[in-house]
C-alpha cells in the first residue's frame, strides 16, 4: 500500500487533514477579504494560496484509496463555493453589488448556519468520511463565529441622535421609519413615542454597518461611529507626530474641517490623513511603527504596500486564529493613510500619490499629483476638537481635488439615495 493510501484509508488520520485543511482555506480567504474591503485588487499570490488550500481541501476529501468519490466532489465543490460566497458577501459589497450578494451580506452574521441542516444530512448519509469532519469543521466556525457576534451586540451603548440623523431618517423612510428600518435590516435605531436613539457600536462590539447605511442607504454616519472617528483621527495624528512623519488631513476629513467649521462630514465614511515618505521616513519604518503603536494601544493596522495605503482600524488587533475575520463585517471605522512621495511632473516638484483622489491630476509617472506649495511646509486647522496638519493651503488643495468644493455633492455608490439626501440638507 502506498503512503497516500494508507493516510486515505486511515479515517482518523484523514479526517483531522480534512478538518485542518478546510481551516487552513478559511483562514487564507478570509485573510483574501482584505483587498475587496479596501477596493483593491487582490494579490495574485494571495489568490493563488487560497485557491490551492481550497482545490486541496476538495481533492482530499474525494479521494479514498479505491480512487475519486464523484458524490463527495460535487458535494465538497458546491459546499466550498456556496460558503465561500457566504462568508465574503459583505466585504464584495463595499462596492455596488447585485441583490443576491446584499441579502448573504445583511445575514452575514448567520448566513453560514444555513447548510448546518444540509451538512448534517451529508454526515448522516456519508458517515465517517472525510467530508464529514470538512464540514463539522465548517459548521463549527459558523456557529463560533454566529454565537460571538451575538453576544458582542449586548455590548451595546445607546447614543442620543442629533436634529439632522431624524430629519435624513424621515426624508428616506418618506413617513414610514418602521418600515424602512425593517427593509434595510436597521437593528440600532430605537423608535419611542417622542424621539429616537441609536443602539451604538464600541470597541466591544462590531461596528455599525457603514458600507449599507452610510455608502447605500446615504444616512448620517451614526453618532457612535463619528464618536470612534474623532477618536482614531487624533490617535493617528499624535503617532504621526510622534514618527516625525510630515501628514496632512486629507480628502473629505479636509473638506469637513474646512467647510462644517472643523466638523466631519456628517455622511463621513472614513477619515483620511496624507502622509510624505522621504529619507527619514521610508514605508517600512512607517508601517512597522504603526503596526507595532497599533497593537500596543487597540487599533488594527493593515498596510497595502503596492497601493500606498495603510489604514488604522477602531478595533483591537484579535490574535490568530482570529486576526482576519473582522473582514466578514460590514463595515469598519478606520483612516486610510496614503502615501506621498516628492516627484518631478513636467518639470515642476509635486508630492505624488498612487491611487486617484477626487480630480487630482495625473502625472507623467503614472500617478496623482499636487504642487508641493500647496502642501508645505503643513499648517494647523481644528478638527473635531483639536488641532490637526492641513496642506498649507487647504482651500487651493481642496479645490484641486474637488472644484468648487464650496458645493455639497453626495458621492454614493447608491445614486436614489443621493438624490434623497440632497431632499434632506434642503429641508434640514
Ligand atoms: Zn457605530
Not at 316 to 345: C, H, M, Q, S
Request: aromatic share 10%; glycine share 8%; charged share 20%.
Amino acid at each position: 500500500m502506498s503512503n497516500f493510501e494508507t493516510l486515505a484509508s486511515n479515517t482518523v488520520l484523514g479526517g483531522l487533514i480534512a478538518a485542518t485543511l478546510y481551516a487552513a482555506t478559511y483562514l487564507s480567504f478570509i485573510r483574501l477579504l482584505r483587498f475587496p474591503r479596501n477596493w483593491i485588487q487582490p494579490s495574485q499570490k494571495e489568490v493563488l494560496t487560497t485557491g490551492l488550500l481550497g482545490i486541496t481541501t476538495i481533492a482530499w476529501v474525494s479521494l479514498s484509496s479505491l480512487g475519486p468519490d464523484l458524490n463527495c466532489l460535487l458535494i465538497a465543490t458546491s459546499f466550498i463555493v456556496t460558503m465561500a460566497f457566504i462568508i465574503a458577501a459583505p466585504a464584495l459589497c463595499f462596492r455596488p453589488a447585485n441583490k443576491a450578494l446584499e441579502f448573504l451580506a445583511r445575514h452575514s452574521e448567520h448566513a453560514g448556519l444555513w447548510l448546518l441542516v444540509p451538512a448534517l444530512v451529508v454526515c448522516l448519509i456519508i458517515p465517517g468520511s472525510k467530508l464529514q469532519s470538512m464540514l463539522l469543521t465548517a459548521m463549527t466556525i459558523e456557529l463560533l463565529w454566529f454565537f460571538r457576534q451575538h453576544w458582542k451586540q449586548l455590548n451595546k451603548v445607546i447614543y442620543p441622535l442629533t436634529p439632522s440623523d431624524r430629519s435624513v431618517f424621515k426624508i428616506h423612510a418618506r413617513g414610514d421609519l418602521k418600515g424602512f428600518c425593517q427593509n434595510h435590516g436597521i437593528k440600532e435605531l430605537i423608535i419611542s413615542e417622542s424621539d429616537f436613539s441609536w443602539r451604538g457600536c464600541s470597541k466591544n462590539t462590531a461596528p455599525c454597518p457603514f458600507n449599507l447605511y452610510v455608502n447605500k442607504l446615504g444616512l448620517n454616519t451614526a453618532p457612535c461611529c463619528r464618536e470612534h472617528m474623532r477618536d482614531i483621527s487624533h490617535y493617528v495624528s499624535k503617532c504621526l507626530l510622534e514618527i516625525g512623519a510630515i501628514h496632512w488631513l486629507e480628502g473629505g476629513s479636509l473638506l469637513g474641517a474646512v467647510r462644517e467649521n472643523g466638523k466631519l462630514l456628517e455622511w463621513e465614511d472614513d477619515i483620511d490623513i496624507s502622509v510624505l515618505l522621504d529619507e527619514d521616513i521610508t514605508w517600512d519604518s512607517l508601517s512597522d511603527q504603526l503596526v507595532e503603536q497599533g497593537n500596543k494601544d487597540g487599533y488594527f493596522v493593515d498596510t497595502f504596500e503596492e497601493k500606498g495605503l495603510i489604514s488604522v482600524s477602531f478595533d483591537t488587533p484579535k490574535p490568530w486564529p482570529f486576526k482576519w475575520e473582522r473582514n466578514r463585517l460590514r463595515g469598519e471605522i478606520r483612516v486610510d493613510i496614503a502615501i506621498y512621495r516628492r516627484a518631478t511632473n513636467h518639470g515642476a516638484v509635486v508630492l505624488e500619490r498612487q491611487s486617484p483622489k477626487g480630480v487630482m491630476p495625473a502625472t507623467e509617472n503614472g500617478g496623482y499629483g499636487v504642487p508641493l506649495e500647496l502642501v508645505l511646509p503643513t499648517a494647523k486647522i481644528i478638527f473635531e476638537g483639536g488641532n490637526i496638519a492641513c496642506p498649507h493651503d487647504s482651500g487651493a488643495y481642496l479645490r484641486l481635488l474637488y472644484g468648487n468644493f464650496q458645493e455639497i455633492e453626495y458621492t454614493y455608490i447608491n445614486p436614489a439615495a443621493a438624490r434623497n439626501r440632497l431632499l434632506a440638507t434642503t429641508v434640514k
